[in-house]
C-alpha cells in the first residue's frame, strides 16, 4: 500500500526515492572514519545531493505562492505564522481524535511505527541549523536544544524516550516498512538543517513544529493512556503537549521575530521552510488515514 498515493509525475514523491534518500542520509550523517570517503562515496554523494535539491526545489515550487503573501514586517509576519496553527495545512486532521479515542492498540502501534521512522531527531536539526545564526536567535536554539537534551540529565533526553516508546510497544521502524509520505517529512527536515542555502526555511520548519505539536501530542498520549501505558511510558507525548507551547512563544519572540526585523527578506524563506513542513505532514495524515480508512 505505500506506492499507491505516489504523486503523479513526481520523482520524488515515491516510495523507491525516499528510501533511497533516507538511506543515504543515515549513512552520511552517521559518525565514521577517513578511509571510508572513496571517489566512490564522494560520486554517490554528489548525486544524492543533487537529487535532494531537486527534492526540496518541488516542495518549495508547491509553496512558494502562498508563501510570497505572508508579511515581511516583524509584526506581520508573526501573526502569520502564528495563524498556521489554526489555517495551516493538516491543522485539526481528524485522525488525532480517532487516535485518542477510538484507535486499537495494533492501530496505534503503526501509527507510532510510521512516526519515529520518520523523526529525523529535533535535537539534532536544531544543532545543524544554529551554526552561524545571529546570537539573539541562535541563543533560543541553544535553550531549546538544552531542552530536547534534558538539561543535562540523560534520563531526561527526549531521543531516549521516543526510543523507550519504540521498545516498549515493539515498533517496526525499518526504512523498507515505513510509507513515503512519513520518510519524506524526516527527509526535508534533513535537507533544510543540513544546507545552510535553506537554513531560514530550517528556522520556519522547526519553528511551525513547536508551534502545531502541542494538540496532536495531547490526543497521542490519551490514545497511548487509553491502551494501558503508564506516565512514564508515554513520557514523551505528554511532555510535549505541554513544553512545546512555553518552546514555540520563546522560538516566536527570541528567533523568528528578530531575524526578520534585521532581514525582511528571512520572513519569506521561513514561511516556505513552514508551509513546506506542514504539507509534509499534511500528506501523513491523509496517508495513514487511509490506511485506516478514516473517510
Request: hydrophobic residues 40%; glycine residues 6%; contains cysteine.
Amino acid at each position: 500500500m505505500a506506492t499507491q498515493l505516489n504523486f503523479e509525475g513526481s520523482q520524488f514523491l515515491r516510495q523507491d526515492f525516499q528510501e533511497e534518500l533516507s538511506r543515504w542520509n543515515r549513512q552520511r550523517l552517521a559518525p565514521d572514519y577517513p578511509d571510508t570517503l572513496t571517489a566512490d562515496r564522494f560520486e554517490a554523494d554528489r548525486r544524492m545531493l543533487r537529487l535532494e535539491h531537486g527534492f526540496i526545489e518541488e516542495l518549495r515550487a508547491a509553496v512558494r505562492v502562498e508563501a510570497a503573501a505572508a508579511p515581511t514586517d516583524a509584526d506581520g509576519f508573526i501573526a502569520w505564522f502564528e495563524g498556521l496553527k489554526a489555517n495551516g495545512p493538516g491543522q485539526h486532521d481528524r485522525l488525532f481524535p480517532w487516535l485518542a479515542d477510538q484507535a486499537n492498540r495494533d492501530e496505534i502501534r503503526w501509527f507510532l511505527s510510521q512516526e519515529a521512522a520518520g523523526e529525523a531527531g529535533f535535537d539534532d536539526l536544531v544543532a545543524m541549523t544554529q551554526v552561524k545564526l545571529p546570537n539573539r536567535a541562535k541563543m533560543e536554539l541553544a535553550r531549546n536544544y538544552w531542552d530536547e537534551m534534558g538539561r543535562g540529565n540523560t534520563k531526561g533526553m527526549h531521543g531516549p524516550m521516543l526510543g523507550q516508546l519504540v521498545a516498549i510497544l515493539d515498533l517496526d521502524t525499518r526504512i523498507e516498512n515505513t510509507v513515503w509520505e512519513s520518510l519524506a517529512l524526516a527527509n526535508a527536515m534533513t535537507a533544510m538543517a543540513s544546507s545552510r542555502h535553506y537554513a531560514w526555511h530550517s528556522v520556519g520548519a522547526l519553528g511551525v513544529i513547536e508551534l502545531t505539536a502541542p494538540d496532536r501530542s495531547a490526543h497521542t498520549a490519551r490514545g497511548l493512556r487509553r491502551i494501558g501505558l503508564s506516565d512514564s511510558e508515554r513520557r514523551y507525548f505528554d511532555l510535549h503537549a505541554v513544553l512545546d507551547i512555553k518552546h514555540s512563544r520563546d522560538w516566536n519572540d527570541e528567533a523568528i521575530r528578530p531575524l526578520v526585523e534585521e532581514d525582511p527578506r528571512r520572513a519569506t524563506a521561513m514561511a516556505e521552510g513552514a508551509l513546506i513542513r506542514l504539507r509534509c505532514g499534511e500528506r501523513c495524515f491523509d496517508r495513514y488515514r487511509a490506511q485506516f480508512g478514516i473517510a
